[in-house]
């Protein structure tokens, strides 16, 4: 019987001129296909000389499992509905033959998956999970200009780092500081790769193998491994804890000032909050016992708002403005937080302490590419008027806009919503609560309008999976079996296209 089943396997030549292969080949590389379609039916061939029950038992579940591939109830869904027919013209006698989808459609279709997997790297998506700085996501979307910038000069030369006057060598970090400047007030600014390797270059630059005084209530984790007494350590820097965890006075430090005092490091609890009996030393305060030792002090302030969020009934976070008005030697904070701009890492400060950094050959390694830089200067520049860097810088724009508008928006989707997807997918109009996500602004939400999708027939994390697999992939909440869409973090064109792929998505079924 298993010879019978090994010779309904096509062949490799014959799937080659089926227009299902054909179709993939327009897609990847021609001997990519070859390669994986040799694969894809040597694995039938195995399953093939495997027992029988194998396939019964996966007969008649659903979904997408790829296990075993040519089974009925493996069947993608996708190419589901197209296959049946041609089967059963074939007429095979026996039972397991019946569960074999052998046609070019089926096989195109797993070799197709396996494509994907191989090939499913970065990829436009959206965003209806309601965290606004998603770090999976890619944290803040870019301002049209910015990525106009970016298109502009990507495809040519740019002048990254000439001097277009006299045609000499000039600095990549000029348009940037000059604008860092402006808008915080700073002497003298540097951007690197992210807000980790500011901090570790400054320590690096600074305190190597000298002490640096920290509270024990900032001695945080970031995240991803990034903990502050392990980026100390590999920069050679000696770690000296301060207070106690939820108290730490003036004294604390300058009791602590030694001769081999390297730096004060003031690092910003943006992802924790401690509440109650507390004490912290006011940043003007730490400043000028810095100012009196001749000890500089750095202030890791992680997000770095440019804008007094307060003012948009947002929590408050120090803007970077405050920290440098304060006196602070050097402020260290992320491009891709609250800033909305591309992954970067700003270090602004003195003059003297920021040419010192500039001249560590670590900065080199940490150095931004071109992209970053037209990124960067493009939302930098939005910034100098508040009122367009709230209007078109997304990260912004999403954190200020009302629960009013972002119901008109979950209203819109539901109008564009055929009645058939509605009467297979409940749709109901809910409160909810966006987050910022990235490690900001912790515990506190922005009041939203959500849409919940609940079917009787789908599970929560199948239709999730399912939105996922759209092109682009939409990816959303779950709670309590529903399939949660938090329309602030979607904007207005990727309405229809989640309309669509929730069509899709029904008539599935
Ligand atoms: C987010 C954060 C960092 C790390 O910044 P990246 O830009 O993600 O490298 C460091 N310190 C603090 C306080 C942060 O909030």
Not at 46 to 62: E, F, I, P, Y
Not at 104 to 118: A, D, Y
Not at 227 to 235: A, E
Not at 479 to 504: P, Q, Y
């Amino acid at each position: 019987m298993n010879q019978q089943a090994f010779r309904t396997i096509p062949s490799v030549h014959k799937l080659l001129e089926s227009p299902e292969i054909s179709q993939l080949m327009t897609m990847y590389p021609r001997q990519v296909v070859v390669n994986i379609l040799r694969e894809v039916l040597e694995n039938i061939r195995q399953s093939l000389v495997c027992k029988t029950d194998t396939l019964h038992r996966h007969d008649n579940s659903r979904g997408t499992s790829l296990n075993p591939p040519f089974t009925k109830g493996g069947m993608n869904e996708e190419e589901r509905g197209n296959s049946g027919k041609e089967k059963e013209e074939k007429g095979e006698g026996s039972d397991q033959l019946k569960a074999i989808d052998l046609t070019p459609g089926r096989i195109s279709c797993l070799v197709q998956q396996v494509l994907r997997q191989k090939f499913n790297g970065i990829g436009y998506a959206v965003n209806a999970t309601g965290i606004i700085l998603h770090t999976g996501l890619g944290r803040s979307p870019l301002a049209d200009t910015a990525a106009e910038q970016i298109a502009d000069i990507v495809k040519g030369y740019c002048t990254l780092e000439i001097e277009r006057l006299t045609g000499r060598r000039g600095s990549r970090y000029q348009g940037i500081e000059k604008l860092v400047c402006m808008i915080t007030g700073a002497e003298s600014a540097l951007v690197v790769n992210n807000n980790a390797a500011a901090v570790l270059l400054a320590l690096d630059t600074i305190a190597r193998g000298k002490e640096v005084i920290i509270s024990r209530s900032e001695l945080v984790e970031i995240g991803g491994s990034f903990r502050m007494p392990d980026v100390m350590s590999r920069s050679g820097a000696c770690l000296v804890e301060v207070g106690t965890t939820n108290k730490t006075y003036l004294s604390d430090y300058s009791n602590a000032i030694t001769e081999h005092t390297g730096l004060i490091l003031k690092v910003h609890q943006s992802n924790f909050k401690i509440i109650g009996f507390t004490k912290s030393v006011d940043l003007k305060d730490l400043a000028s016992l810095g100012k009196t030792h001749t000890i500089p002090v750095v202030y890791d302030l992680g997000s770095g708002a440019f804008v007094d969020l307060h003012k948009f009934g947002l929590p408050y976070e120090p803007t970077v403005q405050e920290a440098i008005k304060a006196g602070t030697d050097i402020v260290t904070f992320s491009t891709d937080k609250l800033l909305g701009g591309p992954q970067g890492g700003i270090i602004a400060g003195k003059k003297k302490w920021i040419d010192l950094l500039k001249k560590n050959p670590l900065t080199r390694a940490l150095r931004v590419g071109k992209l970053t830089v037209a990124a960067l200067e493009a939302t930098l520049r939005l910034y100098l008027e508040e009122d367009r860097a709230l209007k078109e810088i997304p990260t912004l724009k999403m954190m200020v806009t009302p629960p009013e508008i972002v119901e008109a928006r979950c209203k819109r989707l539901t109008d564009s919503i055929r009645q058939e997807t509605k009467a297979f997918l409940n749709i109901s109009l809910l409160d909810g609560a966006s987050e910022m996500g990235g490690g900001s602004l912790p515990g506190e939400v922005i009041p939203t309008k959500r849409i919940s999708l609940h079917s009787e027939t789908l599970h929560a994390e199948e239709l999730a999976a399912r939105l996922r697999s759209n092109t682009p992939p939409i990816f959303t909440r779950i709670e309590r079996n529903c399939v949660i869409m938090d329309m602030r973090t979607v904007s207005d064109t990727e309405i229809d296209i989640i309309a669509t792929a929730l069509e899709k998505v029904s008539s599935q079924e």
